[in-house]
């Protein structure tokens, strides 16, 4: 697309726009430059790549002072500029010391001039010790601070740019950039190599050289090392300042070295004639136009985003490439006189021509006379392709040229998504040329997404072959559970994500497949009745859990829509997983006897329309995150007169008439209880299927006691317990006692502290009681009265005999834990019966099939068949049961806690 002409010329437009504003102009800056790509990168193209730790050598050299100002000599000691002083400098660069200019010093770092036999050398105080042993021995002849140096004059290094002494060079100056971290505190300075070095020179008279060619190689002007490139003359330039006595140390250092984003080649800071746009000059809007953008997540507006465009620069544009978007400029041979064009219009009407084709091959030809004389010749660079990228918006439509009205009625743009490090490449560009043209944001919503690693958390590697291969993925788990993992993830919230085959595994497990089991029940059932459900609608619904689920449900969908408005999906994924749960392990789960039973009542048609309308509900949301599976369930629910596919249907629409906040409320409570006995029966091993005595309840809050007495049924059922019993006081189940608060009263008693804590734990029950009730007890400590409460004390609940308590915020639940015979011999028959669900599953049979049992087990087994027949018949549609003292060969074994069914079944 953008090298279609018509994008293209759009991109021309941009650019006179932004030159006919005055923000476009020519300059010399220090830029980071690939000499592999033999071009210059912009600021933000600079984090693109980023940086590598590489090693380089890292060197100490002397500089002879020549000069001194009147001011510093007459309050020296010493005559500095006797041939036998020195500045000693320290750099990671070598290969930039032919170009040295300058030396830099800190205005407030404390300098040195240390004393060594005939010779002296200046340097900061605090970076002796990484240059002498024992720096507390050394002989210093002063101390002063860097800005009394200013202006020592010292002789170059090399002689190649001698001259320039002539025109202010080779001083020392005054730069703020300068530390004592590492190297000496004074800092070699080359201005047309470093952006520092390049500052803190500007202005002062002294010209900025830069020897090297396209390919950072030394040109003849360092006739020495003419054509070497640069890194490679690193070794020679060492070994001669070692010869000529100016290196006084060398080592190798391990730092952050910034790399080319195309090639991954070290960068080199160079100064370079380029292009730029003057973004600092609309700054203001930039800023203004990023609070108009709502950014997920939020703290990029004002993070990494906000603070990158707080510290805008001017932005380099052009580059010198042969392929890309010619710059539109046109410049006078003879006169200089420059022309930016905007338009293919524009450059017929100045030339006569008119390209078909606007690439460099073809409009590089296109010349015409100057008004002096000379010939209008373009430019030889092309843009930058994040200019083209950031153009986007506009370049795409050919605007201004075409489509004008349907560009300006769309922008801008409702969303955009990309990574991370697009804070500080499109994300940029983009706001940068919306702000410079239209003073608007280019987007309004972005979603900004990390980065996925490997397992390990190392960047995934074709090389390293360190992750699966995306195909394999899907074909194993399918494309919704690969696309429901990342997009409930760290990466939507632009944090990192260590992808991992098994997350991919536990969504399609945890979410895919409970969707499917639960529109396979409802199929499953719906076609053994021949039920074609139809709508439910409000208020219909008579059965406590339809009302119940269907207003979940409404909840469902209304903080589904809530988070995709506000564009955080995983916040609006999780309450669809919470409905999924609830669907499969609470509503499914408690209705199934209601699709079970034979006769079609008014009750079992209640519950086809309140899953079907469950399940049309849960696709439509489900759509845009997990789209096969959705499709696929749509497919065969949908009527004729709906549309062909789920994804052309319209967003379900929010009906508050189905919801009961009440009744979600008692539901939560109810659940939270049932969860609550649950972790009591894993924690004391009490599997769910053996029966208990009872479960005792206490609430200090009335509403829930209610609710919870109400939903006694669902208490009974889901808990696998006789009755549920409601206590009033917590001591019914447990025995309190407490001990001494150390860490708070041992503050406030000292001394004291042992005959408080006697006291403490001497106090009786009546005591205990008030202060486990938030109230206190007074006891009295070396005649004094002390107050004791929850804060001073620790209170310990022991269970009373057969019980197992767990307490959470205003409920406390006990288990009885005492198994009576009858008690345990229906848990074997719950056993049996769930072994024999699992038999006819894996024997093929279908849901309405009879079949006949047999089976066998010691005396106590059947014992306990003798006592639940009937209901061991009913559950699993046995229509004859056998019992055999020797089971067949082919019997299956069933555990049954300590004891073993066989059986066999089949179909009658």
Not at 408 to 429: C, V
Not at 503 to 508: C, H, N, P, S
Not at 624 to 637: R, S, V
């Amino acid at each position: 697309k953008t090298m279609e002409p018509d994008y293209m010329e759009s991109i021309w437009w941009v650019m006179k726009s932004l030159w006919d504003k005055g923000l476009v102009y020519e300059g010399h800056y220090i830029l980071p430059y690939c000499p592999r790509c033999s071009t210059v990168l912009s600021n933000h193209e600079l984090q693109l790549g980023g940086y590598k730790d590489v090693h380089d050598p890292g060197i100490t050299t002397r500089f002879k002072i020549v000069g001194v100002p009147e001011a510093l000599a007459a309050s020296s000691s010493v005559d500095l500029a006797d041939g036998s002083s020195y500045l000693v400098a320290w750099t990671t660069t070598p290969w930039t010391l032919p170009s040295n200019l300058a030396l830099a010093l800190g205005p407030d770092i404390e300098y040195v001039c240390v004393v060594e036999g005939n010779e002296r050398y200046i340097l900061a105080e605090s970076r002796l010790s990484s240059y002498y042993k024992k720096p507390e021995t050394l002989v210093l002849a002063w101390r002063k601070k860097g800005s009394e140096l200013a202006g020592l004059r010292y002789e170059p290094l090399f002689p190649y740019f001698a001259d320039m002494a002539e025109k202010g060079a080779f001083v020392a100056v005054i730069g703020d950039h300068v530390s004592t971290e590492d190297g000496t505190g004074i800092v070699h300075t080359a201005p047309g190599f470093g952006e520092e070095d390049y500052r803190v020179l500007k202005g002062t008279g002294i010209p900025t050289v830069c020897p090297i060619d396209a390919e950072c190689k030394f040109t003849a002007e360092v006739a020495d090392y003419q054509g070497v490139f640069v890194k490679d003359a690193d070794k020679p330039i060492l070994e001669r300042l070692k010869a000529e006595g100016k290196l006084i140390k060398r080592e190798q250092i391990l730092h952050a070295y910034p790399h080319c984003w195309r090639c991954e080649h070290p960068l080199i800071y160079r100064a370079v004639g380029s292009w730029f746009v003057k973004v600092p000059e609309f700054k203001r809007n930039m800023l203004v136009a990023n609070e108009k953008i709502r950014w997920v997540p939020a703290h990029i507006k004002h993070g990494r985003f906000g603070k990158w465009l707080e510290n805008a620069r001017e932005w380099a544009i052009s580059r010198n490439r042969y392929w890309g978007n010619p710059l539109p400029i046109w410049k006078c041979d003879s006169c200089s006189h420059t022309v930016c064009l905007g338009s293919r219009d524009e450059l017929e009407k100045f030339s006569g021509v008119r390209p078909t084709d606007l690439h460099k091959h073809f409009v590089d030809k296109i010349t015409w006379k100057c008004d002096c004389g000379g010939t209008m010749t373009r430019i030889p660079e092309v843009l930058d392709c994040w200019f083209e990228s950031g153009a986007m918006p506009y370049a795409q439509s050919h605007y201004p040229f075409r489509n004008k009205e349907k560009f300006e009625a769309n922008y801008p743009a409702d969303f955009i998504s990309e990574s991370l490090d697009q804070t500080r490449g499109w994300f940029y560009t983009l706001t940068v040329l919306a702000a410079a043209l239209f003073d608007s944001p280019a987007f309004q919503n972005c979603i900004v997404s990390g980065m996925v690693l490997a397992a390990d958390g190392k960047k995934m590697s074709k090389s390293q072959r360190n992750y699966t291969d995306p195909n394999q993925i899907m074909d194993k788990f399918g494309a919704d559970a690969l696309r429901l993992y990342l997009m409930n993830s760290p990466v939507l919230k632009a944090d990192d994500l260590c992808f991992t085959d098994e997350g991919v595994r536990e969504v399609l497990k945890s979410v895919i497949l409970p969707i499917w089991n639960a529109y396979g029940f409802f199929v499953t059932y719906a076609n053994i009745d021949g039920v074609i459900p139809k709508e439910i609608t409000p208020g219909e619904a008579t059965n406590t859990l339809d009302q119940w689920i269907l207003s979940v449900c409404e909840r469902m969908l209304e903080q589904v829509t809530a988070g995709l408005e506000a564009y955080e999906l995983p916040e609006a994924i999780a309450p669809m997983i919470d409905f999924i749960d609830s669907l499969n392990n609470w509503y499914i789960r408690r209705s199934r006897r209601r699709f079970w039973k034979s006769e079609n009542d008014a009750d079992k048609m209640e519950a086809y329309k309140t899953l079907h309308h469950l399940l049309q509900r849960l696709i439509h949301v489900a759509a845009p995150f997990m789209p096969f599976i959705a499709e696929a369930i749509y497919q065969n629910l949908k009527q004729d007169s709906e549309p062909d596919s789920i994804h052309l249907c319209a967003w379900p629409e929010y009906n508050r008439a189905f919801r009961d906040l009440a009744l979600e409320r008692d539901m939560d409570s109810v659940r939270h209880a049932v969860s609550m006995g649950r972790a009591l029966r894993v924690s004391n091993d009490l599997k769910i299927r053996q029966p208990l005595a009872a479960v005792q309840i206490v609430t200090k809050v009335a509403e829930e006691k209610q609710v919870l007495a109400r939903m006694e049924e669902i208490l009974r059922e889901e808990l696998n317990v006789k009755s549920v019993l409601f206590r009033e006081n917590e001591e019914d189940l447990v025995e309190y006692s407490i001990k001494a608060n150390f860490r708070v009263l041992g503050k406030r008693l000292g001394k004291d502290m042992k005959e408080a804590a006697a006291k403490i734990e001497a106090l009786p029950l009546s005591d205990i009681a008030k202060i486990v009730s938030g109230g206190f007890a007074r006891i009295e400590v070396a005649g004094a009265e002390v107050d004791v409460d929850q804060e001073t004390v620790e209170i310990r609940r022991n269970e009373k005999s057969g019980l197992k308590v767990l307490n959470e915020g205003t409920l406390t639940l006990a288990l009885d834990t005492v198994i009576t015979p009858s008690l345990l011999r229906e848990g074997y028959v719950r056993d049996l019966i769930r072994g024999v669900q699992n038999l006819r599953k894996e024997s093929g049979l279908e849901v309405t099939d009879r079949i006949t049992l047999v089976l066998g087990g010691d005396v106590e087994l059947k014992g306990a068949l003798d006592d639940f027949r009937e209901f061991v018949a009913s559950e699993t549609l046995a229509q004859e049961i056998v019992w055999m003292d020797s089971p067949s060969h082919d019997a299956v074994a069933i555990e049954a806690g300590e004891k073993t069914w066989a059986i066999s079944l089949a179909k009658r």
